[in-house]
């Protein structure tokens, strides 16, 4: 069976550093930091006192009142990236076959601020089981699928995928599997996730994974540096439109990249760390470069999963070292969550598209926040510090890892027709 080409139409991007596609990659190249100390609640007695949240939104400027009510966070962040992708893809404009378009969606963690805010209710109350008849249908991590096919009538392949912060990269992979079969026309893809709240904020700190930098926050998450202490959790959603290549061009569609493959591993190491040899996320990179049918020496640039931790940054490019042998010193490295702060299940889709615009516009964006080398990481790799960086990226891969072990990989070429 012949697989099918998968490029991409749409984007849409809603992050701690821009609210738009286009703000959100002025700001990558610009080195903007998108840590502050936190908003949404009263965080003065927790060791993290900051995040990485989404600016100036108002979902009112986006979703009518009404529905917006019946809608957790990460929900609203998903329509709202998710309708900035299809007005970017003018896909509804073809009129086309809405049984052959799907929505697959990933979340980490899903509606976690409306569990909290129902649990706060019934332990406050008097025993009495009163609940909002929406708390199940707004935190289940599969809804936000659902909203964005209903809001389309889109009746194709639906459903979320749930792998940590690999979700949204698994929901990509998905994706261009399914589109390369002949399962669909066009899948509208992406994750994302509002976890920045007290939950979130205590769960992270309680497993000692952020960092507790409160006198500097944009300058907290600094992967790759010596005196990384944790990542910093981030919010918001990434959206992208894959469509069959032929089913673009018959419509005349404007193509961003091509998606040429996808790789997954399991650590089957620890439930929170990875492994230290870096051996699934060495396995994902090769899956990947093998579906892409590329040899490792033709890749560009990696955008790292790169979270701040001082244990993951190692086993990272340990990986990447094993993978691409001496062509690693030919590659840009960078760690775009230096500047969003880890966005959870939504930062794959959000690197990806970092991948993307770099694959468009011949520039890598930085890894900020760097001050001191870290003596245990090979000083003649190229991690792009603190300034974008022009080269000609042909093909890039973004890594996505998770909690339990699920490492992703998924890799973008330069469109050709």
């Not at 007005?87 to 809405?98: C, G, I, K, Q, Y």
């Not at 960092?211 to 926050?217: F, G, K, L, V, Y």
Request: charged share 20%.
């Amino acid at each position: 069976m012949e697989l099918k080409r998968v490029v991409i139409t749409g984007m849409g991007a809603l992050t701690p550093i821009g609210n738009t596609l286009s703000e959100y990659w002025d700001a990558l190249i610009a080195g903007k930091s998108g840590a502050a100390p936190i908003t949404q609640f009263d965080a003065s007695l927790f060791k993290t006192q900051f995040a990485c949240e989404v600016k100036g939104f108002n979902v009112e400027d986006h979703i009518d009142k009404k529905e917006a009510r019946k809608l957790d966070q990460f929900s609203q962040y998903a329509i709202v990236s998710a309708t900035e992708a299809m007005a970017d893809a003018a896909l509804m404009e073809s009129n086309p076959n809405l049984d052959r378009i799907g929505v697959i969606w990933g979340s980490g963690v899903g509606g976690l601020k409306t569990f909290q805010e129902e649990s706060k209710n019934f332990f406050s109350g008097d025993g009495t089981p009163r609940f909002n008849p929406f708390f199940i249908p707004k935190m289940i991590a599969d809804i936000a699928a659902g909203h964005i096919s209903i809001k389309y009538g889109l009746r194709g392949p639906n459903y979320v995928t749930v792998s940590a912060c690999a979700s949204s990269t698994n929901a990509i992979i998905d994706s261009f599997n399914l589109i390369r079969l002949g399962k669909a026309d066009a899948i509208v893809t992406g994750g994302s996730e509002a976890a920045v709240n007290e939950m979130g904020m205590g769960g992270f700190n309680a497993l000692k994974a952020l960092s507790t930098r409160n006198d500097s926050p944009e300058t907290a998450s600094r992967p790759f540096d010596v005196d990384r202490d944790g990542f910093v959790l981030g919010e918001g959603a990434g959206a992208l439109i894959l469509e069959e290549y032929e089913h673009a061009v018959k419509r005349g569609a404007k193509i961003y990249a091509e998606v040429i493959g996808g790789g997954m591993s399991g650590d089957a190491y620890h439930m929170t760390a990875p492994h230290p040899d870096g051996i699934g996320a060495r396995n994902t990179m090769i899956a990947a470069i093998e579906d892409a049918e590329i040899s490792a020496s033709d890749i560009d640039y990696v955008n790292v999963h790169g979270t701040s931790t001082p244990l993951g940054d190692i086993a990272e490019v340990k990986a990447i070292q094993a993978v691409f042998g001496e062509h690693a010193y030919n590659l840009n490295i960078s760690s775009t969550k230096s500047m969003t702060g880890h966005l959870l299940g939504a930062a794959g889709a959000i690197e990806a598209i970092a991948c993307v615009m770099s694959v468009v516009h011949d520039i890598i964006p930085p890894t900020i926040n760097h001050f001191t080398d870290d003596p245990e990481l090979d000083p003649k790799l190229n991690f792009t510090f603190n300034k974008a960086q022009k080269r000609t990226v042909n093909i890039a891969l973004s890594n996505t890892f998770g909690f339990g072990g699920h490492n992703t990989s998924v890799i973008v070429k330069k469109f050709k027709s």
